[in-house]
């Protein structure tokens, strides 16, 4: 999966008990810390940790996941401690939540003793689909999102698929925006097959969920086997996040990561239309991707962005200096069809946009009507 390296990714519907064997496999006796988001808790954590207690010493670290709180100062207290329980070499570390706590204790887990074995229980559409798919873990700086960080591979992956279903089903449509942007960059013959689990998400669950897994993947696999640090060609994955990660950051929490990415896309694909890459037919299959994730009418959702601290964001996103660009050149991932990206210089996916046509773009997407909820 991450170069030539495999990760085991276990995953089914109504599969707990098979999975917590593989858990246990894992762990191979030494201590576990158990990072779980507090949401995640009550519903589907307590069974996985009353049972490894049995066999070994669990100590839970709860998260509230909300995005203020994905900062370094969170991964040293989780470190210290586990560290204060007499967490040592042989532990394990645990993260049960969605990407928030994936990356929280991830980056836990390659800092502890400069490397510790780490698994993964992903709990939202995000970090099942996505988040756990990239050996990226980051957490936020005062100056924007996911500034922060390291590469780390985990020893395993494992998801059942019915943890999924407790998401509120807005979080859970906008939860899928990763995946409307792996189909939209990187696997567009899975329009129909994603557009088709959407409507069957509240309909047949277990159909929806494991079509989404399987997009998921097929869009990931390749490229994170060639380039598994995503900064080539996987770069690919960051569709959608300039602007994303910038609106996400300047929401305070309220607007979700998926919602963010979908904006991003949005406004991504009328960039690309205005710079003469994307045609008609490009930029209408992006408002036919994300318009079943039931978006608020972009008047509302994004009348709250003020354009100078928009700009002041996108001048501090995490692709800077992979291109030298002047004051206000912003790099973006653009795509000039469906799965098929814009190369810029040194053959990277990335094309520098002038941040006031970026502003112009938003108002492009906040001014076309007739698509979204
Ligand atoms: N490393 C990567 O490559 C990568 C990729 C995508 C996203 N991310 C990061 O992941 C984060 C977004 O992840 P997310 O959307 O999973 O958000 P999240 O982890 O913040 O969780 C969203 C909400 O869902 C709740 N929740 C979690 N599981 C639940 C369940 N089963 N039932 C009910 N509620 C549940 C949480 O308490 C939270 O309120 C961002 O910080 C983003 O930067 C990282």
Redesign the pocket.
């Known amino acids: 999966m991450f170069g030539t390296r495999g990760v085991p990714y276990h995953y089914g519907f109504d599969c707990g008990t098979a999975l917590l064997d593989t858990v246990l496999d894992e762990v191979a006796g030494g201590p576990v810390l158990f990072v779980v988001?507090?949401?995640?808790l009550r519903?589907?954590a307590q069974p996985v940790i009353d049972r490894l207690r049995r066999k070994v010493p669990v100590h839970p670290f709860v998260v509230e996941?909300v995005?203020q709180q994905?900062r370094l100062s969170l991964v040293e207290t989780l470190s210290e401690y586990a560290v204060e329980r007499g967490f040592d070499r042989g532990g394990t570390v645990v993260a049960m939540?969605?990407?928030?706590?994936?990356?929280i204790a991830g980056l836990a887990a390659a800092l502890l003793y400069r490397g510790v074995r780490l698994i993964h229980l992903p709990?939202?559409p995000?970090?099942a689909f996505?988040?756990v798919l990239?050996l990226?873990?980051?957490v936020n700086l005062a100056a924007g999102?996911?500034l922060a960080g390291a590469y780390f591979q985990p020893a395993l992956i494992a998801c059942d698929l019915t943890?999924?279903t407790?998401?509120?089903p807005r979080?859970m449509l906008t939860?899928v925006a990763?995946m409307a942007k792996n189909v939209l960059a990187v696997v567009p013959d899975e329009r129909g097959r994603f557009v088709t689990a959407v409507a069957q998400l509240d309909t047949r669950p277990a159909a929806a969920l494991q079509a989404l897994w399987r997009i998921g993947f097929t869009a990931k696999k390749p490229l994170l086997a060639r380039d598994p640090h995503e900064r080539r060609e996987a770069l690919v994955f960051e569709y959608g996040h300039t602007v994303g990660h910038a609106l996400e950051f300047m929401s305070g929490g309220v607007m979700?990561?998926?919602e963010a990415v979908a904006w991003g896309m949005l406004v991504a694909a009328e960039v690309s239309t205005m710079l003469g890459y994307l045609d008609e037919a490009g930029t209408e299959a992006h408002y036919e991707v994300v318009g079943p994730l039931r978006l608020p009418a972009p008047t509302t959702a994004l009348d709250w962005v003020d354009p100078a601290a928009l700009r002041a964001r996108l001048a501090t996103d995490n692709k800077r200096g992979y291109l030298a660009g002047g004051a206000g050149d912003v790099p973006m991932v653009l795509l000039q069809a469906p799965g098929t990206t814009v190369t810029g210089p040194g053959g990277l996916p990335l094309t520098l946009v002038p941040d006031k046509m970026i502003l112009a773009a938003l108002d492009r997407v906040r001014a076309r009507d007739g698509w979204a909820a």
């Not at 988001?37 to 995640?40: E, L, S």
């Not at 939540?97 to 990356?103: C, F, I, R, S, T």
């Open positions: 988001d507090r949401a995640v519903r589907h996941a995005e994905k939540g969605g990407g928030l706590v994936a990356n709990t939202t995000i970090a996505d988040a990239s990226k873990q980051a999102k996911n943890w999924l407790t998401i509120p979080e939860g990763e979700g990561h998926g």
